[in-house]
């Protein structure tokens, strides 16, 4: 069960929208540009349409730690933590966010491609004492993004105070709802997963301090923040994942020992020989080009690829070749033009 089965999301004004293949908000308002994620305020996200997998049994920390990009046991009760899981070529598969219980590790990840996660975990686990699954739908997963989300938590959870935490940190602020900042960038924002049994309740309580806000406002948030996602600017089979800003975002431990993909991603981190970056760019022109297309300069060479646009327009994230122009250069992306910036968090020159 879905948040959007456990509430009204269907009343009068609310527009759905499919992210991929599952069914969630679009916005809570009929006019498409009203809702916003601003400095000042805290919008509510519904983000329950994305998938967990759960891995219970004895050794699932070992297990994990042996395959994925970042050091497992530093998801504790107080906690959370990036990482992803490559390909032996060290090309993108899969990210999510571990949050650790007393009988389990919950890897939260994108809503397509989970039962392809569990197939592929079932696949390395041989004879470990673990078991991967699917979880049940029990639970429901929300987002407080925005200047005001730490302040307007407070306010819903008496006695919890936020302003100081770090990304990554892992509260309960009340049985049955995990709270955590986003370990990946405070642009991120919080996140809630709460059982059914208090979700609904907790909506309630959420909307009396933040404004319940679709998905297209979030998207276009994202990318203006320049603020990655697997599936799009972690291109899964293509991707090396530094590329988009994985170490940036505290989703890989050079230190942790072997793990599948270690070789290329350390070797591509420690020679320095990464090129292509993550950038967002400004979309100018009537008739918006799809993601997927190439981005070329004034001459008409290829340096690059659009990773994702907003649904307003305007913005989007392109993975480009940093060697191959300058700040301020005109792209062109089909038939509009295209200026290109680097995000914010960028460690790299």
């Not at 759960?54 to 994925?68: P, Q, T």
């Not at 925005?146 to 407070?154: I, V, Y």
């Not at 505290?250 to 070789?263: A, P, S």
């Amino acid at each position: 069960m879905t948040l959007s089965r456990l509430l009204n999301h269907h009343a009068a004004g609310i527009v759905l929208t499919e992210d991929r293949g599952a069914r969630t908000p679009a916005r809570y308002v009929s006019d498409p540009v009203s809702e916003s994620v601003d400095e000042e305020g805290a919008a509510l996200i519904d983000f329950s349409h994305f998938g967990v997998v759960v891995v219970r049994g004895e050794e699932r920390v070992d297990f994990l730690s042996g395959l994925i990009t970042n050091q497992v046991r530093k998801a504790t009760a107080t906690q959370v933590v990036y990482s992803a899981l490559l390909s032996p070529q060290g090309r993108f598969l899969w990210d999510f966010t571990i949050v650790a219980r007393s009988d389990a590790l919950l890897l939260v990840t994108e809503p397509d491609r989970v039962r392809e996660l569990v197939a592929q975990l079932n696949f390395y686990k041989l004879r470990s004492k673990v078991t991967i699954s699917e979880a049940e739908p029990e639970e429901g997963l929300l987002g407080l993004v925005g200047g005001g989300s730490a302040a307007a938590l407070a306010r819903v959870f008496p006695g919890f105070d936020g302003s100081q935490a770090g990304l990554g940190s892992l509260f309960t602020p009340e049985p049955g709802v995990a709270l955590w900042r986003d370990p990946r960038h405070a642009d991120f924002g919080w996140r809630l997963l709460a059982s059914e049994a208090v979700l609904s309740a907790l909506w309630d309580r959420l909307t009396g301090v933040a404004r319940p806000t679709g998905w297209e406002a979030w998207e276009h948030y994202r990318q203006a923040r320049c603020l990655p996602r697997a599936g799009a600017e972690f291109m899964v089979g293509t991707s090396l994942p530094l590329e988009s800003g994985l170490k940036e975002l505290n989703g890989v431990d050079f230190g942790k020992g072997c793990y599948v993909g270690q070789e290329t991603t350390a070797r591509t981190h420690h020679r320095g020989t990464i090129k292509k970056r993550l950038f967002r760019v400004g979309v100018v022109g009537s008739s918006p080009p799809p993601v997927g297309t190439l981005v070329l300069d004034a001459g008409g060479r290829e340096i690059g690829v659009l990773t994702s646009l907003s649904p307003r327009g305007g913005v989007g994230l392109a993975i480009l070749k940093p060697a191959e122009f300058s700040p301020g250069d005109q792209l062109r992306a089909g038939d509009c033009s295209v200026e290109a910036s680097r995000p914010d968090w960028a460690e790299w020159e």
